[in-house]
């Protein structure tokens, strides 16, 4: 919860870089919607639906949020994904801002990394798990292995546009 408080803070205070480029202000979100997205993600693998938490909360504020469902999440934290595929360089070592640390850019977070927790997000979105509230072994209509075709398609759109990009030679990868 600190870290997605720490992104929705730098996401509502990104304004205030008065001095920065536009690419560094992209570059900046792009990474904070990135973490943003992943956060929840990592969450909503241990407890399932939970609040999407996307904007900086009042320390007075009493908490009344509701649990949104797993579906529901998955829907947010693939919007900000994507946002941070839009706002990513596929290689750092490209751009103005990667040119200081050129060679060294590797483990940054980028496009192809918020394209496959895309597809990841939506993958687990559509197992048949989040779709059926399965039970091991079994679920409640007998449809254990029924999987949620529209996440799967989003999953396979958001892969398929990763591994275009690797297949055409424009990534480092």
């Given amino acids: 919860w600190y870290c997605i ?14 001095e920065a480029t536009q690419e560094e202000k992209d570059l900046i979100a792009g990474q904070l919607y990135f973490f943003r997205a992943w956060w929840h993600f990592e969450l909503m693998q241990y407890f399932g639906g939970l609040p999407y938490i996307d904007k900086v ?3 007075s504020e009493k908490l009344t949020l509701p649990r949104l469902s797993y579906a529901e999440c998955a829907d947010k934290a693939g919007a900000d994904f994507k946002k941070a595929a839009e706002l990513l360089p596929i290689n750092w070592d490209n751009t103005k801002v990667g040119a200081n640390t050129k060679g060294k850019n590797q483990l940054r977070l980028n496009k192809i ?3 496959g927790y895309l597809g990841k ?8 798990l ?3 509230g399965a039970q091991i072994g079994a679920s409640k209509n007998g449809k254990t292995y029924d999987y949620d075709q529209e996440y799967a398609k989003k999953a396979a759109e958001a892969f398929g546009e990763l591994l275009s990009l690797v297949e055409a030679g424009q990534t480092q990868y």
Wanted: charged share 20%; aromatic share 6%.
């Fill in 5 to 18: 408080r720490k992104a929705n803070m730098g996401l509502e205070n990104l304004d205030k870089l008065t």
């Fill in 121 to 128: 997000n939506y993958l687990w979105a559509g197992s048949p």
């Fill in 113 to 115: 990394m918020a394209l």
């Fill in 130 to 132: 989040m779709k059926n």
């Fill in 57 to 59: 909360l009042s320390a």
